[in-house]
């Protein structure tokens, strides 16, 4: 096929696209309108069915609890296969002796960076911790918090050394942490199902008003497990990939 | 159309009503993206997507999806951007 043949195959194929394509958008319904029944019932029941005003939290952890569960093991297993995936490569490395960056020099951390990111380490696990524990009340939830409080162990990290992150943030603890967060999760669903409801069932007390901290049962206790295991899961990542990028230049020199 | 759309369901905001904000932030999310596939650079690259996934953050703030907001921001402004830059750091130094 020639240059030229080519470019008209494209011209008619790429006009039949974008004739479609438009004619498609005409028939889309009308900028933010939503014909389903499910939004509107949610909005209506929700508040007083779980005292949880962070309506989004409660379709995540309780209307929606089981599709969460799996979510949060894909989070686990892209843990775990990076864990595996990277310490295989861990042996390899062993045998290569030489740095193979010795002629660039890695600069140093300036005082200002650390400075900064000393200061901000512990604002930011409060606010992560409180992101994690207010999903019931405002539009937070583990997720959220669980990265946010990992981010706090980056700026130790860059406040410091690597080895600063690896002391206060053993393997072992990680992934402890972030089974018991996993593990958590799913123990609160099988105890509802022990207790002769359904799994995920709130079985918990509400609590007295909608929107406090206490209330809203399980939905509350599951948004910590998952702000755990996503803690967990993001430092035992972030931890696995600096350990392939840094220490290893460091052992080898 | 739009007048009868509105008349059915209580959440539709008519086009024509819809927010300049809104209007700016989506001109800047599809600005940004167009920068990220534009720089050619991948240090620099993975700096631009961070900057995309705080437009993202900003457009879902904008049309009143403050959990998603939350999740762009630790994910897509903050995380991503993170170990993309662990993975180009590791790769460089394996070519050199």
Redesign the interface.
Known sequence: MTPATRRWVFLVAGAGLAAFYLWGLTGL???????GPY??TILRLAVAQTHAT?V??AVNFEYRGFDTVGEEFILFAAAAGISVVLRHLRGERDRSAVD??AD?DVPATSGAVRMVALLLAGPVIVAGWW?ASHAQAN???G??GG??I??AF?LLYLAGEFLVFKRVSPVALVEVVEAVGAAGFVATGLTAVLLGMPYLKNFLPLGQYPGAVSSSGTIALISFFVGLEVAAA?IL??GE??E???L??REDT | ??AL??AH???????VM?DVLQVTILVLVAAGATGVVLTRQPVRQVVALSVYGLLLAVLFLAFQA??V???E???GA??LP??LL??L??MR??E?
């Open positions: 319904p009308g900028f933010g309108s939503y014909p939004g509107p962070g989004v939290s193979e960056a660039r992101l539009p937070s939830g997720f959220q990265v946010v990992a981010t980056v993001f990542i972030v990939l600096l392939q990028t840094l290893v230049r | 159309m739009i759309a509105a369901t209580p959440y539709t905001v008519p086009v819809m403050p959990d907001t939350l999740s921001l630790t994910v903050v995380a993170a170990i662990l993975a750091a590791k130094k394996r050199e």
